[in-house]
Nanobody
Framework: QVQLAESGGGLVQTGDSLRLSCAAS????????MSWFRQAPGKERDFVAA????????HYADSVKGRFTISRDNAKNMAYLQMNSLKPEDTAVYYC?????????????????????WGKGTLDTVSS
């Protein structure tokens, strides 16, 4: 069982930056590809970014490419999402998710249907 806990959400203005953190309880954290998804009110939960078990490979949704950066620290059991140049359309609840991986791919962790564990989410609101 893996427990994930997000933190770092809040209310910011357009153009601001925010850094989300995800703390994982798993002793085998380095066996999981990590991802971030988000869900805006009334919409489906969408993929944002993923990182492979080693951290060498990443994958982003087109809507955040060039603005968001995913990273991880396997020694600390942590994953992060650095969000820059935030826009009102980035407003959503952001979820951290873990996918037990069998290779060093990030693309495999972009499908919410295959993720093994989820955090409870953190709300990010970007005002115009």
């Amino acid at each position: 069982q893996v427990q994930l806990a997000e933190s770092g959400g809040g209310l910011v203005q357009t153009g601001d930056s925010l850094r989300l953190s995800c703390a994982a309880s798993a002793r085998s954290f380095s066996s999981y590809a990590m991802s971030w998804f988000r869900q805006a009110p009334g919409k489906e939960r969408d993929f944002v970014a993923a990182i492979s078990v080693s951290g060498s490979n990443t994958h982003y949704a087109d809507s955040v490419k060039g603005r968001f950066t995913i990273s991880r620290d396997n020694a600390k059991n942590m994953a992060y999402l650095q969000m820059n140049s935030l826009k009102p359309e980035d407003t959503a609840v952001y979820y951290c998710a873990a996918d037990l991986a069998y290779n060093d791919s990030a693309h495999a962790a972009s499908d919410r249907r295959t993720m093994d564990y989820w955090g409870k989410g953190t709300l990010d609101t970007v005002s115009s």
